[in-house]
């Protein structure tokens, strides 16, 4: 469980950089007009996308980290149990 939520979390992070190297490298790029009014919404709508993506993706690998940590403390108590 350790290494899927060390995959998720970096999965997470590998979003953030890749959207912020993107916006780095379009910023060069400039549009007037209509063609800027247009891709200036693509842009924003993707980039919402992708961070609700991001963002669900840190939920989750918290909630696997979590997962991890109660089936531990579970596993010890268990075998308390039975050690006596």
Not at 57 to 78: F, P
């Given at each position: ?19 912020d ?7 060069k ?6 063609s ?49």
């Amino acid at each position: 469980m350790q290494d899927t939520s060390e995959s998720i979390t970096k999965g997470s992070q590998d979003i953030q950089q890749i959207l912020d190297s993107m916006q780095s490298e379009l910023q060069k790029v400039q549009w007037t007009g209509e063609s800027a009014n247009a891709y200036q919404v693509s842009q924003r709508k993707w980039s919402e996308g992708m961070r609700g993506l991001q963002s669900v993706l840190a939920a989750v690998g918290h909630e696997v980290q979590n997962a991890m940590l109660d089936y531990q403390a579970n596993e010890s108590r268990g075998a308390g149990i039975f050690n006596g």
